[in-house]
C-alpha cells in the first residue's frame, strides 16, 4: 500500500522524521493534485488513491547520505493492490507496504538497488497494525551500511562489501520519493487479488517531516570527510549487540521471503553478499 523509497534518478534520497519541520519547509507535492493533502499547517500530509490517480511528493534536496525517519499510518480495511513508491544505471532504497484484504496482514518489501541492478527483496509482516496509528519507519543510510528500521528496531542490514567486490550505493545523490499508487498487477499475492474501487479512496497519513542528511549539490556534498564519531548516524560502522539481538528476533519471527534462500531464484548460486553475511 504506502510506503517510501528511496531513488536516485539525478540524485535521491529519502527524509523524514518524527517530530520534525513541516511539511513544506524539505518536500512538495509532485502529483495526484488535490488528492494530497497538507493539512495542521503542514505537520500532516495525506495521499489519497482512486480509480482514476494516485498522488505523491519528493523532497526539495537531493542528499548523499542521510537518515531517514517517516512516521505513516497505512491505509486502513481492503486495500489490495494499493502500493506506495517509484523509480536505470541508478541507486534505490526501497521501504514498500503491499496492500492487504482486510483481516490479513501488510507485507512490508524492501529492496536495494546498486547501479541498477536490484533483485535483493526481503518482506517481512509486521508485528502490530499499521493502520491503527502511527508508526516510524527508518532508512540509515551510511558510507558503512544501509539499515532499515521499524519504530527503531533493525529489520534488515545491508553492507558496504565494496572491498569484496559487491557494489554500494554511495557515488550518486538520491531524493526522498514516496507515493500511493496501484499495483494490482503484482503487489497481492503475486497479482491474483485485484483492487476493490469500492473501498476508494484509499488514504494514508504521513507526519514528523525532518530532514538530516548530507545535501548533494552540484556533484558534492555538504558533509565533511570526518566520519570518525562512531556515535552519529554517518559514522556509525555496525550495531551493537542488543540491536543485532532485535534484528535476529524480527528476522526469525516475521521475515517471510529472502532473497539470500531463494534456491528456486538463484539455481546457479546466492548473489555474493548472501554468503558474506552468513559468514560474518
Known amino acids: 500500500m504506502s510506503a517510501f523509497l528511496i531513488t536516485p534518478l539525478i540524485a535521491s534520497l529519502l527524509l523524514i522524521a518524527a517530530s520534525g519541520d513541516p511539511f513544506y519547509q524539505n ?6 493534485g488535490d488528492r494530497a493533502q497538507v493539512l495542521q499547517n503542514g ?9 482514476f490517480s494516485g498522488s505523491g511528493f519528493q523532497s526539495s534536496n537531493e542528499y548523499l547520505f542521510a537518515k531517514i525517519d517517516m ?5 486502513p480495511r481492503n486495500s489490495a493492490g494499493t ?3 517509484q523509480g536505470q544505471s541508478h541507486d ?3 521501504f514498500e507496504f503491499l496492500g492487504n484484504l482486510s483481516g490479513d496482514p501488510y507485507i512490508l518489501h524492501t529492496n536495494v538497488f546498486c547501479q541498477g541492478q536490484g533483485n535483493r527483496e526481503q518482506q517481512f509482516y509486521l508485528w502490530f497494525d499499521p493502520t491503527a496509528d502511527f508508526h516510524n519507519y527508518t532508512i540509515l543510510w551510511n558510507p558503512h551500511f544501509i539499515l532499515f528500521l521499524v519504530d527503531g528496531i533493525p529489520i534488515r542490514e545491508f553492507k558496504n562489501l565494496e572491498s569484496r567486490g559487491i557494489p554500494f550505493p554511495k557515488t550518486q545523490g538520491m531524493r526522498v520519493y514516496s507515493s500511493l499508487w496501484d499495483a494490482d498487477d503484482w503487489a497481492t499475492r503475486g497479482g491474483l487479488v485485484k483492487t476493490d474501487w469500492t473501498q476508494a479512496p484509499f488514504i494514508a497519513s504521513y507526519k514528523g517531516f525532518r530532514a538530516n542528511g548530507c545535501v548533494w549539490l552540484n556533484a558534492n556534498s555538504n558533509c565533511n570527510n570526518n566520519n570518525d564519531d562512531v556515535n552519529t548516524w554517518l559514522g556509525q560502522q555496525q550495531l551493537d549487540y542488543a540491536s543485532q539481538g532485535q534484528m535476529k528476533w ?4 516475521y521475515m517471510i ?3 539470500c534462500s531463494d534456491y528456486k531464484r538463484f539455481p546457479q548460486g546466492f548473489p555474493p553478499e548472501c ?5 560474518n
Not at 505537520?43 to 480509480?51: A, K, Q
Not at 512516521?71 to 491505509?75: A, S
Not at 524480527?250 to 519471527?253: L, S
Request: net charge negative; proline share 0%; glycine share 2%.
Open 250 to 253: 524480527v528476522q526469525n519471527n
Open 92 to 94: 534505490e532504497i526501497d
Open 27 to 32: 518536500y512538495y507535492v509532485t502529483w495526484g
Open 257 to 259: 521471503y529472502n532473497y
Open 43 to 51: 505537520d500532516l500530509l495525506t495521499l489519497s488513491l482512486d480509480s
Open 275 to 279: 554468503y558474506v553475511t552468513t559468514n
Open 83 to 85: 502500493l506506495s513508491s
Open 71 to 75: 512516521q505513516m499510518k497505512l491505509v
